[in-house]
């Protein structure tokens, strides 16, 4: 079956609306004038000064009232653009006969004037019932009793001290603001010719971090390779030359040095207790410009491999945590601030599918630096298979778990690599080895993962399952050669 390939990120330098047509201005009413409020209650007669309505378009007239038609008034025509005339004066002045002739009009008035004025009257005098009476009950005042009572003043402090942002408290915060002090940007030039002014160097930038305070720092082997130059960022703003202290070979890990003491490093944490589900947070620099990213998710899987540009790695860490380009070397961290993995890879074609090397497999490789030492890993020999239960059923073993000593179908290299310390112990092919150093080999515990614990040169036991027949073995670790 062909495997996805996956991408390591590290980052080379790189209709209109219609208007409605306007609506015409209807023709204003003639004014009322000051006649005629006594008027609206009686019916018009011919003392008034008002104009009969003009008959609607269209409509014949009752043949009971047909007034002549009048001319518009001037004011009309002024208000709506015609040529200027005269006001005429009476239509300021009252009728002089609105007050005298309609005697029971002005009664009339009056009594609606005296009505109003009752209604009012009574209006107030209930408003003021009612505040005395809320008043007499200290119901106006229950807000401020409310609020001078000791009791009931502490509860509110307490809800507004509760009230605070929800996500003050989140350890995701808390994990942000400890360790992204100690994540640091790495930027590097490879193929810088000094000699030929038209080279074009090749630029790329990482993520690393700071694991020792006197400048170590644990990155990608991507992130470096083929490096002339290489700049450290600490997320302060200081600046540092790094030089390449060694390089896994057997993943895709490096350590870089820059001269400095007291830098804020990071905790180291135990991958081998990680559970599927486990919140866990990727500090890095994404795309080299965003520098202290932070995001969160999830554990999704482990012993996880992949195929990427340089070789196949195995025993990963899945994460949904965003991983971008740029992010290549960056911490994995769980929720108490420690170290657990290094961010390597992403799927090309998926979103959310993230993969990191465990911490464990770095950690002899950071002890071997801080001794001094050169970087080396451990190597034993064999080719094997790792057993799960499918395996199980297909090459009929009697474990579902263990490391199955066997050079695969259609491999024509052999289990066990002629002179390797595997040899020289007595590991033969179709071995089952079920432990070492009596750590169980199963899918959560993969043989490299385990050897990775050990320094080359050091004895170490093996418990083998031979014929079904429990064996044990005295093997000592060689060195795994540059070439694989």
């Known amino acids: 079956m ?21 609506i015409e201005a209807a ?8 006649s005629t409020n006594a008027e609206l209650i009686a019916p018009l007669d011919a003392s008034t000064n008002a104009e009969p309505a003009a ?9 009971t009232f047909s007034p002549a038609p009048e001319r518009r008034t001037g004011w009309d025509q002024s208000l709506w653009g015609s040529p200027d005339r005269a006001t005429p004066e009476t239509w300021f002045e009252p009728a002089p006969t609105a ?23 009574s209006a107030a005098l209930a408003s003021g019932g009612t505040y005395l009476a809320l008043s007499a009950s200290g ?58 002014p038209l080279s074009i160097p090749q630029e790329g930038v990482g993520s690393g971090i700071i694991f020792d305070s006197n400048g170590w720092i644990l990155t990608n082997r991507h992130v470096i390779a083929g490096s002339d130059t290489i700049t450290v960022k600490l997320n302060d703003g200081r600046e540092f030359p790094g030089t390449v ?72 860490i899945q994460t ?29 074609d998926a979103p959310g599918i993230g993969f990191a090397i465990p911490i464990n497999i770095a950690r002899p490789m950071m002890q071997q630096a801080l001794a001094g030492q050169k970087l080396a890993r451990p190597w034993i020999g064999i080719r094997y298979v790792a057993i799960d239960i499918k395996v199980q059923q297909q090459e009929k073993l009697p ?5 199955y000593v066997a050079a695969g179908s259609g491999s024509t290299q052999p289990a066990v690599v002629p002179n390797s310390p595997a040899e020289k112990a007595g590991v033969r092919e179709h071995d089952i080895i079920i432990s070492i150093e009596d750590v169980t080999i199963d899918l959560q515990h993969p043989l490299d993962d385990v050897l990775t614990q050990f320094a080359p040169g050091r004895t170490v036991t093996l418990r083998v399952l031979r014929d079904g027949v429990p064996t044990t073995l005295e093997l000592t670790l060689g060195t795994r050669p540059a070439t694989l």
């Open 320 to 348: 949904d945590a965003a991983i971008n380009p740029g992010n290549s070397g960056g911490p994995l961290l769980n929720l108490a601030g420690a170290v657990i993995g290094i961010n390597t890879a992403i799927a090309r």
């Open 27 to 34: 023709e204003p009413a003639a004014p009322l004038d000051a």
């Open 399 to 403: 474990v579902d778990h263990g490391a």
């Open 2 to 22: 062909t495997e996805p390939k996956m991408t390591q990120p590290d980052l080379p330098e790189e209709g209109g609306l219609e208007w409605a047509a306007p």
């Open 55 to 63: 008959p609607l378009e269209g409509i014949a007239p009752s043949g």
């Open 139 to 196: 119901a106006l005042n229950r807000q401020a009793q409310v609020a001078a009572s000791p009791a009931v003043a502490s509860a509110v402090e307490t809800a507004a001290a509760t009230s605070a942002p929800l996500d003050r408290g989140s350890p995701i915060i808390t994990v942000a603001a400890r360790v992204s002090p100690a994540v640091v940007t790495i930027d590097s030039v490879a193929g810088l010719d000094a000699n030929d």
């Open 245 to 316: 202290y060694g390089i896994d070979t057997l993943t895709d890990l490096a350590i870089v040095r820059i001269s400095g003491q007291g830098l804020p490093a990071a905790d180291i944490g135990d991958s081998s207790r990680l559970q599927v589900g486990e919140t866990v947070v990727a500090i890095g620099s994404p795309l080299g410009t965003y520098t202290d990213t932070v995001t969160s998710g999830i554990i999704s899987a482990t012993g996880r491999s992949i195929v990427v540009d340089s070789g196949r790695i195995n025993n990963l």
């Open 99 to 121: 007050a005298a002739t309609r005697a029971d009009g002005g009664l009339r008035g009056s009594v609606a004037v005296m009505v109003l004025a009752t209604s009012l009257i």
